[in-house]
């Protein structure tokens, strides 16, 4: 005998299944394991070309309305609130009225991290038992992140840091360090100091997802620490690859 549900019961019985993943991680909804590649050693294997596609974050990292060159965009701040010091925040004012020729990497100076992650270009992992190797299109910028070894001993300041690794069961975790005081966080003018510390968390959501997670702290700048979040997607289109990209600096009109 067929029995026939009326669409109150329907509703309710998606609303019941609703309420039981709630209760569920998100991770353990979206990232079966079965989906994650892995490298010969067991580690997620996160080699390949990376971008984000959230394309105006790298001018502004906090919800923002569309200005002249910047269309409008969704923050990749947690809670959308960077917690500076107001001193600090002072300064992140000046920058802002001057965004148009004080940003760094309008002068061709490397971006810093976190902020080559969502620069609009991609960027390429190589991975090793021993070392991750990241390349970027823009400027031909290299990082390498050497797994289980220790910071070099300071005082040494960077435009890049010093990157150290470690595996946290899937997550590649990267400790950066030993930056100077001279890049941004994006065009708005959101700064940090030489003190800045950062640690990154890579986390491979299936066979073409990253999530992407960067946590702040500089106590010369911040009153505790800040994280912000995007997702970067593979390339899988024939014979994509890093091409060339040369950054001519902004001239002075002085």
């Excluded at 066979?207 to 946590?215: K, M, N, V």
Aim: aromatic content about 10%; hydrophobic content about 40%.
């Amino acid at each position: 005998m067929r029995t026939w549900s009326s669409p109150l019961t329907a509703a309710a019985a998606v609303l019941s299944a609703a309420v039981s993943l709630a209760g569920v991680p998100a991770s353990a909804q979206t990232r079966p394991a079965a989906a994650i590649p892995r490298a010969a050693d067991g580690k997620p294997d996160l080699s390949g070309i990376w971008q984000v596609l959230h394309t105006s974050a790298w001018l502004d990292i906090q919800d923002h309305s569309a200005e002249k060159d910047v269309p409008a965009g969704q923050g990749i701040v947690v809670g959308n609130d960077i917690p500076y010091l107001p001193a600090a925040l002072e300064k992140r004012k000046a920058n802002y009225a001057s965004r148009g020729t004080a940003d760094p990497v309008l002068k061709c100076y490397l971006p810093g991290v976190p902020r080559i992650t969502y620069m609009p270009f991609p960027f390429q992992i190589f991975q090793t038992p021993q070392t991750v190797g990241i390349l970027y299109e823009y400027v031909h910028a290299v990082r390498e992140v050497h797994l289980n070894s220790a910071h070099l001993e300071g005082p040494i300041e960077w435009w890049m840091g010093d990157s150290r690794g470690k595996w946290d069961g899937d997550t590649l975790v990267v400790d950066v360090n030993n930056f100077n005081d001279q890049t941004w966080f994006d065009r708005a003018g959101n700064h940090h100091s030489e003190a800045l510390h950062v640690v990154e968390r890579y986390s491979l959501l299936d066979a073409d997802h990253l999530s992407y997670e960067a946590t702040i702290e500089d106590p010369k700048v911040f009153s505790r620490p800040w994280t912000l979040r995007l997702v970067l997607y593979r390339h899988r289109e024939p014979n994509f690859q890093l091409l060339d990209y040369e950054c001519h600096a902004l001239e002075s009109t002085n």
